[in-house]
């Protein structure tokens, strides 16, 4: 996670202040919700295991405690995760109205989107809190029409033998199609 963290932030300094790479690398945006995420659902199960793991060493005193930092360290992560879902959404979103070229970097959506879900419903397990799994059930139906709607283009993709081919990199730029501004 602090590699992750480490990354995320250079990425975010890099997002506010130069140009979004080309509508080709649009979906990319989706892929630090990975660790976020899985970072989170390391944390939730830690502490949800401490109790029977620090019991059998004779530590069970313990377990409230670290139950409580895993909750709360897996809830500070999510809510990141939330964060950077919200913002891939909305640049994606934007990538879409000017077309979004399809290409295997679309598979990005899946994993990051399904860690994210895992950990919603695995929040609302822990905590009880319903709106945890109706965001979860929610979460889901979008990756599963995800995965039918990328796997279905990559198919087609690959039948017709547009699908493996490299995006041209601007001179000037260095950015596929010359990049774009995030203003």
């Known amino acids: 996670m602090p590699l992750a963290l480490m990354i995320i932030t250079v990425l975010v300094l890099r997002l506010a202040q130069h140009r979004l790479p080309g509508a080709e690398l649009g979906v990319s945006m989706f892929l630090p919700l990975g660790p976020l995420a899985t970072g989170a659902l390391a944390l939730l199960q830690l502490g949800e295991s401490a109790p029977r793991v620090l019991a059998a060493q004779g530590l069970g005193e313990l377990a409230p405690a670290l139950v409580g930092l895993g909750l709360v360290g897996g809830v500070m992560l999510w809510g990141f995760g939330a964060w950077w879902l919200a913002l891939a959404t909305l640049t994606t979103l934007r990538y879409l109205k000017k077309g979004l070229p399809f290409n295997l970097g679309w598979w990005g959506f899946t994993f990051p989107l399904g860690v994210f879900t895992a950990t919603t419903f695995s929040l609302g397990a822990l905590t009880?809190?319903?709106?945890f799994t109706y965001l979860g059930h929610l979460l889901v139906v979008a990756l599963?029409?995800?995965?039918?709607?990328?796997g279905a283009r990559t198919v087609h993709g690959a039948w017709h033998g547009h699908l493996f081919q490299t995006p041209a990199v601007s001179v000037e730029t260095g950015l596929p199609n010359g990049g774009d501004r995030l203003s």
């Open 128 to 131: 009880h809190m319903a709106f």
């Open 144 to 150: 599963a029409a995800l995965w039918v709607m990328v």
